[in-house]
T-cell receptor, first 111, second 115 residues
Framework: GENVEQHPSTLSVQEGDSAVIKCTYS??????FPWYKQELGKRPQLIID?????GEKKDQRIAVTLNKTAKHFSLHITETQPEDSAVYFC??????????FGTGTSLTVIP | NAGVTQTPKFQVLKTGQSMTLQCAQD?????MYWYRQDPGMGLRLIYY???????DKGEVPNGYNVSRLNKREFSLRLESAAPSQTSVYFC??????????????FGDGTRLSIL
């Protein structure tokens, strides 16, 4: 099955700086890559996703890039704010019934 | 519009007890999922239901059963709870499991402790 690795496991940045979280996947059949934000004690919430026919997608301060050849995708958050502090999960899906999640990155934005 | 609703939010069980976690969605989604979340391990799929009347195993199905009661509801049952099943359980739904994959919407989770 698919194996998704996520790095780093923890990340601290100063407010206003950028944060980058990277994920790699093993199954070349994976074609959908969502990112979720999970605040403490809350549900995972989809923040951005990308499909394999697209190399980059942007939504305000958040962007995701995908390199199919290298089998990795990254989340970029610019101009970080304290409310960006949370755990972020990447996932890869080869089919609609299988989603494989990374182990999460705990992001702390220091005011 | 509540989205995905899970009950209960918290539960403590003794080893060997049984219980059913409930999940309902009001988005008219065809597909529903059950995950468990353990520290340092991300989310792992237990079971999913592609559509009403069908269920299939995910990555970690042992010790669990599911029922897709109707299009809205998908329950998870622990027949004989074990301490290893202490976890946070999330239910999710999506429009369909058909290609291409569709975004999943999660409930608030059930925090289950087994003593």
């Amino acid at each position: 099955g698919e194996n998704v690795e996520q790095h780093p496991s923890t990340l601290s940045v100063q407010e206003g700086d950028s944060a980058v979280i990277k994920c790699t996947y093993s199954d070349s059949a994976s074609n959908y890559f969502p990112w979720y934000k999970q605040e403490l004690g809350k549900r995972p919430q989809l923040i951005i996703d990308i499909r394999s026919n697209v190399g980059e997608k942007k939504d305000q301060r958040i962007a995701v890039t995908l390199n199919k050849t290298a089998k990795h995708f990254s989340l970029h958050i610019t101009e970080t704010q304290p409310e960006d502090s949370a755990v972020y999960f990447c996932a890869a899906s080869p089919t609609g019934n299988q989603f494989y999640f990374g182990t999460g990155t705990s992001l702390t934005v220091i005011p | 519009n509540a989205g995905v609703t899970q009950t209960p939010k918290f539960q403590v069980l003794k080893t060997g007890q049984s219980m059913t976690l409930q999940c309902a969605q009001d988005m008219n989604h065809n597909s529903m999922y059950w995950y468990r979340q353990d520290p340092g391990m991300g989310l792992r799929l237990i079971y999913y239901s592609a559509s009403e009347g069908t269920t299939d195993k995910g990555e970690v199905p042992n010790g669990y059963n599911v029922s897709r009661l109707n299009k809205r509801e998908f329950s998870l049952r622990l027949e004989s709870a074990a301490p290893s099943q202490t976890s946070v359980y999330f239910c999710a739904s999506s429009e369909s499991v058909l290609v291409p994959p569709q975004p999943q919407h999660f409930g608030d989770g059930t925090r289950l402790s087994i003593l």
